[in-house]
């Protein structure tokens, strides 16, 4: 069993930067590709991106060129690197682990941390 916990959300201006943390306990971090997600108010979950064992990376296409994900394995720890943030960036932003490789789909991820809020203002 696989525990992720998510910090670093918070309040910020348009145009701001923010750094989310998702630290995992249980199972071999290594090995899991580690994907985030975020569901803003009154909207369907929505990819965010995903960093695969190897390092490599996916994003959706809201967030490409601003956003980054990285990994530390030997803190068992992803990063989600927030730049030049929108209002509409505004969300609960999970994390996620897949044992299998990277995907896009929420439904293939086999575990789930409880989220971070991330509020833009305008």
């Known amino acids: 069993q696989v525990q992720l916990v998510e910090s670093g959300g918070g309040l910020v201006q348009a145009g701001g930067s923010l750094r989310l943390s998702c630290a995992a306990s249980?199972?071999?971090?290594?090995?899991?590709?580690m994907g985030w997600f975020r569901q803003g108010p009154g909207k369907e979950r929505e990819f965010v991106g995903v960093?695969?064992?190897?390092?490599?990376?996916l994003y959706g296409d809201s967030v490409k060129g601003r956003f980054t994900i990285s990994r530390d394995n030997a803190k068992h720890t992803v990063f989600l690197q927030m730049n030049s943030l929108k209002p509409e960036d505004t969300a609960v932003y999970y994390c996620a682990a897949r044992r299998t490789g990277g995907s896009s789909y929420g439904r293939d991820y086999d575990y789930w941390g409880q989220g971070t809020q991330v509020t833009v203002s305008s």
């Open positions: 249980g199972g071999t971090f290594s090995r899991y590709a």
């Open positions: 960093i695969g064992s190897g390092g490599g990376g």
